[in-house]
């Protein structure tokens, strides 16, 4: 029986174990690796703080991602492929390693963020296309 999230030891085994798998994707990869070209030892600790905060509301975290995405979405237009593989990849990481309500919950939370980013940065790109 696998547990729920309960520490950040949890968060770190989370981030950690996805984004090994987001690393070596086809559909992702390489957003993280050639595009943002992701420097690993200040990312990975910025998203420990950024799920350890919304789980357990420790104010670890403070950022901007929604900003960090659309710089992003400037130098590589961003799909609803992109969005639905990397939710596809976060949940089966949960799934592999976790179970219970705050398993649960960073599902359904990380899919919420995930479905603003697609209407505010997906939405607005073909705006700036029709105008």
């Known amino acids: 029986m696998k547990k729920d999230i309960t520490s950040r030891e949890d968060i770190e085994l989370l981030v950690n174990s996805f984004y090994d798998k987001v690393k070596q994707d086809a559909v992702i990869g390489f957003i993280f690796t050639d595009i943002a070209k992701v420097n690993w030892k200040k990312h990975l600790p910025l998203m420990y703080d950024f799920f350890e905060n919304m789980l357990f509301y420790t104010g670890t975290y403070t950022g901007n991602p929604m900003e960090l995405h659309r710089h992003i979405n400037r130098h590589l237009p961003l799909t609803r492929e992109h969005f639905q593989q990397w939710e596809g990849l976060f949940c089966k990481t949960v799934d592999e390693l976790f179970e219970g ?15 603003v980013m697609k209407i505010k940065i997906l939405d607005t790109s073909s705006m700036d296309k029709i105008f």
């Open 101 to 115: 309500v705050t398993a649960a919950l960073v599902k359904q939370r990380a899919l919420s963020i995930s479905a």
